[in-house]
C-alpha cells in the first residue's frame, strides 16, 4: 500500500493530541480505526483527513462522554449530521449542568452538616397522628419518574374526590417504601386522606385502592421553600433517620412526605413539606414482632 499520504501513528499522535495509547485504544474498541496497518510490524496509520475526527474525540471524551456514545456520536459528526450532534451536544450540556447543581446542593449539605449538624438545621420533634382512610394511587419509579407519577395521580384521584364529594381529613402525602433517587427505584404511594364516615368513592379506576392506615407516631422535621427540593430535602430525611436512632425508636414503616404547603413548583419559597417518619417503641415492635410470628 502507498504510504506517501498517511501519517505514522507518532505523527498522528502529535497533531491530533492524542497519545499513542489512547489511539491504539480508540482503534480496538472501534471508535477511530486507522487507515492501514502494517501486516508484519503492527504499525498503523492515519490519513490525515483522519485529524478532525480524532479532534473531536479528544473533546467529546474531555467531556466525560463514554466510549460507546462517542462512537455514536461520530455518525453525526460529518455533512448534514452536524446538527444532531450539536443536539447530542447541547443535551449533554443540560444533563451535566444539571448533575453539578445537584452536586453542588449536597456538597453545601454536608457542608451545613459538617459546622452546624443535621438536627441543627433539621430539628426533629414527635407527635402522634391519628388513623386515616385514604385513596391510594402506587407505581414503582426512580426520581426521573417521581414528578409525572405525582402529578398524574394527585389529578386522578383529587378528579375522582369531587365527583364523591369525599370530605378531605388532612393533607396529602407520599409514602416511599425505599430509596428513590437517579439509581434506584422503589414503590412510590400517593395518597390523599379522606373522611372514612362521609361519602365513599365509587367504581376505582384500575391501579387506584382504597386503604385504612392505622394511627402511629411520627418523627418529624419541615422544611420550607428551596429545601424542600430534592436534593437539598435529602438531608431533612438523614435527620430524621438519625433522630429516631439516636433516640431509641424502631422504623415502623414508609416514611412520608406531607404536603403542608404546595404551589406545584419544586423551590417556591411558600412549600412547606413535613417528612414524617412512623416510629414505635423498640418494646412495641419486639411485640408486634411476637404477635405476628405467633400468627403464622
Same mark, same amino acid.
Request: a negative charge; glycine letters at 8%; aromatic letters at 8%.
Given at each position: 500500500?502507498?504510504?506517501?499520504?498517511?501519517?505514522?501513528?507518532? @505523527?498522528?499522535?502529535?497533531? $491530533?493530541?492524542?497519545?499513542?495509547?489512547?489511539?491504539?485504544?480508540?482503534?480496538?474498541?472501534?471508535?477511530?480505526?486507522?487507515?492501514?496497518?502494517?501486516?508484519? $510490524? =503492527?504499525?498503523?496509520?492515519?490519513?490525515?483527513? @483522519?485529524?478532525?475526527?480524532? &479532534?473531536?474525540?479528544?473533546?467529546?471524551? &474531555?467531556? /466525560?462522554?463514554?466510549?460507546?456514545?462517542?462512537?455514536?456520536?461520530?455518525?453525526?459528526?460529518?455533512?448534514? =449530521?452536524? %446538527?444532531?450532534?450539536?443536539?447530542?451536544?447541547?443535551?449533554? #450540556?443540560?444533563?451535566?449542568?444539571? !448533575?453539578?447543581?445537584? @452536586?453542588?446542593?449536597?456538597?453545601?449539605?454536608?457542608?451545613?452538616?459538617?459546622? !452546624?449538624?443535621?438536627?441543627?438545621?433539621?430539628?426533629?420533634?414527635?407527635? @402522634?397522628?391519628?388513623? &386515616?382512610?385514604?385513596?391510594?394511587?402506587?407505581?414503582?419509579?426512580?426520581?426521573? *419518574?417521581?414528578?409525572?407519577?405525582?402529578? +398524574?395521580?394527585?389529578?386522578?384521584?383529587?378528579? #375522582?374526590?369531587?365527583?364523591?364529594?369525599? +370530605?378531605?381529613? *388532612?393533607?396529602?402525602?407520599?409514602?416511599?417504601?425505599?430509596?428513590?433517587?437517579?439509581?434506584? %427505584?422503589?414503590?412510590?404511594?400517593?395518597?390523599?386522606?379522606?373522611?372514612?364516615?362521609?361519602?365513599?368513592? =365509587?367504581?376505582?379506576?384500575?391501579?387506584?385502592?382504597?386503604? /385504612?392506615?392505622?394511627?402511629? $407516631?411520627?418523627?418529624?422535621?419541615?422544611?420550607? =421553600?428551596?429545601?424542600?427540593?430534592?436534593?437539598?430535602?435529602?438531608?431533612?430525611?438523614?435527620?430524621?433517620?438519625?433522630?429516631?436512632?439516636?433516640?431509641?425508636?424502631?422504623?415502623?414503616?414508609?416514611?412520608?412526605?406531607?404536603?403542608?404547603?404546595?404551589?406545584?413548583?419544586?423551590?417556591?419559597?411558600?412549600?412547606? #413539606?413535613?417528612?414524617?417518619?412512623?416510629?414505635?417503641?423498640?418494646?412495641?415492635?419486639?411485640?408486634?414482632?411476637?404477635?405476628?410470628?405467633?400468627?403464622?
Amino acid at each position: 500500500m502507498d504510504r506517501t499520504n498517511l501519517l505514522p501513528i507518532g @505523527q498522528f499522535s502529535r497533531a $491530533s493530541g492524542l497519545s499513542v495509547t489512547a489511539l491504539r485504544h480508540y482503534d480496538a474498541s472501534g471508535v477511530l480505526t486507522p487507515a492501514h496497518v502494517d501486516p508484519d $510490524s =503492527g504499525y498503523r496509520y492515519f490519513r490525515p483527513e @483522519q485529524l478532525r475526527t480524532a &479532534q473531536l474525540v479528544r473533546a467529546l471524551r &474531555q467531556l /466525560d462522554i463514554p466510549i460507546e456514545e462517542v462512537r455514536r456520536l461520530l455518525a453525526y459528526g460529518d455533512g448534514d =449530521g452536524g %446538527e444532531e450532534l450539536a443536539s447530542a451536544l447541547r443535551a449533554h #450540556l443540560t444533563a451535566t449542568e444539571t !448533575r453539578l447543581a445537584r @452536586q453542588r446542593s449536597v456538597v453545601h449539605g454536608l457542608l451545613n452538616r459538617l459546622t !452546624r449538624g443535621a438536627e441543627m438545621s433539621h430539628p426533629v420533634t414527635l407527635r @402522634q397522628g391519628e388513623a &386515616q382512610r385514604v385513596l391510594v394511587r402506587g407505581a414503582t419509579v426512580d426520581h426521573s *419518574g417521581l414528578d409525572a407519577f405525582l402529578r +398524574t395521580a394527585y389529578e386522578e384521584m383529587y378528579a #375522582l374526590a369531587g365527583r364523591g364529594p369525599l +370530605t378531605f381529613t *388532612g393533607p396529602a402525602f407520599v409514602r416511599y417504601h425505599g430509596v428513590c433517587d437517579e439509581e434506584n %427505584e422503589t414503590l412510590v404511594e400517593a395518597c390523599l386522606p379522606f373522611s372514612a364516615t362521609g361519602a365513599q368513592p =365509587g367504581v376505582l379506576p384500575e391501579g387506584m385502592s382504597v386503604r /385504612d392506615l392505622p394511627e402511629n $407516631s411520627f418523627a418529624c422535621t419541615e422544611v420550607v =421553600g428551596a429545601a424542600a427540593a430534592y436534593p437539598d430535602i435529602l438531608s431533612a430525611y438523614d435527620a430524621v433517620a438519625n433522630w429516631t436512632a439516636d433516640h431509641g425508636f424502631a422504623f415502623a414503616g414508609p416514611v412520608r412526605s406531607v404536603f403542608r404547603n404546595w404551589t406545584g413548583t419544586p423551590d417556591h419559597p411558600d412549600n412547606r #413539606l413535613e417528612i414524617a417518619w412512623p416510629v414505635m417503641e423498640p418494646e412495641a415492635e419486639a411485640a408486634r414482632a411476637e404477635a405476628a410470628r405467633a400468627e403464622v
